[in-house]
T-cell receptor, first 114, second 110 residues
Framework: GAGVSQSPRYKVAKRGQDVALRCDPISGHVSLFWYQQALGQGPEFLTYFQNEAQLDKSGLPSDRFFAERPEGSVSTLKIQRTQQEDSAVYLC????????????FGPGTRLTVL | DQQVKQNSPSLSVQEGRISILNCDYTNSMFDYFLWYKKYPAEGPTFLISISSIKDKNEDGRFTVFLNKSAKHLSLHIVPSQPGDSAVYFCAANPTGKLIFGQGTTLQVKP
């Protein structure tokens, strides 16, 4: 596909369950970002990859959040032992190079933790 | 501590009129700003940007103005169309990762 894709689009988890969210960036894009968007708020930065290297994870809220991009393409955001406060839309974005001013966003995964 | 602020949660305008969306920022080191548009159940899409070396950037019906001394930027849409109804996010890009405002929901009434 031409754009960034994310799966699943919707995920309902019971509190304490582990979840994995997938992002397929635009082919050839070096940089990949994860953002968390709470209801009524703007997206907030979680973590950033350049190829397979995770260069910034300063926005991850806790050690229950883990992201990887082992082959420098697809990325997975994993949340262990989900809590209700993890309920949000998780957005993935990619850009051709780091520092490129335009990031292309996927549709997001809406996570609801019951 | 919100570094980028959009103080108006919503705005309603009549079709054909001008829409003005506002954004304030706190860090004078920010030097690049973007506006994104978001429809429900979709990701944000890039609309227009401006560098701090300029005070205005125009693209069709969309113009962004930057007032560095006031740390304020605004997005003007003229004429507004019903298809412009969406959530608009202002963002700063100081280090490669975007810092977003809270968003303003624009409704353009036919």
């Amino acid at each position: 596909g031409a754009g960034v894709s994310q799966s699943p689009r919707y995920k309902v988890a019971k509190r304490g369950q582990d979840v994995a969210l997938r992002c397929d960036p635009i082919s050839g894009h070096v940089s990949l970002f994860w953002y968390q968007q709470a209801l009524g708020q703007g997206p907030e930065f979680l973590t950033y990859f350049q190829n397979e290297a995770q260069l910034d994870k300063s926005g991850l809220p806790s050690d229950r959040f883990f992201a990887e991009r082992p082959e420098g393409s697809v990325s997975t955001l994993k949340i262990q032992r989900t809590q209700q406060e993890d309920s949000a839309v998780y957005l993935c974005a990619s850009s051709l190079v780091f520092g490129s001013n335009e990031q292309f966003f996927g549709p997001g995964t809406r996570l609801t933790v019951l | 501590d919100q570094q980028v602020k959009q103080n108006s949660p919503s705005l309603s305008v009549q079709e054909g009129r001008i829409s003005i969306l506002n954004c304030d920022y706190t860090n004078s080191m920010f030097d690049y700003f973007l506006w994104y548009k978001k429809y429900p159940a979709e990701g944000p899409t890039f609309l227009i940007s401006i560098s701090s070396i300029k005070d205005k950037n125009e693209d069709g019906r969309f113009t962004v103005f930057l007032n560095k001394s006031a740390k304020h930027l605004s997005l003007h849409i003229v004429p507004s169309q019903p298809g412009d109804s969406a959530v608009y996010f202002c963002a700063a890009n100081p280090t490669g990762k975007l810092i977003f405002g809270q968003g303003t929901t624009l409704q353009v009434k036919p």
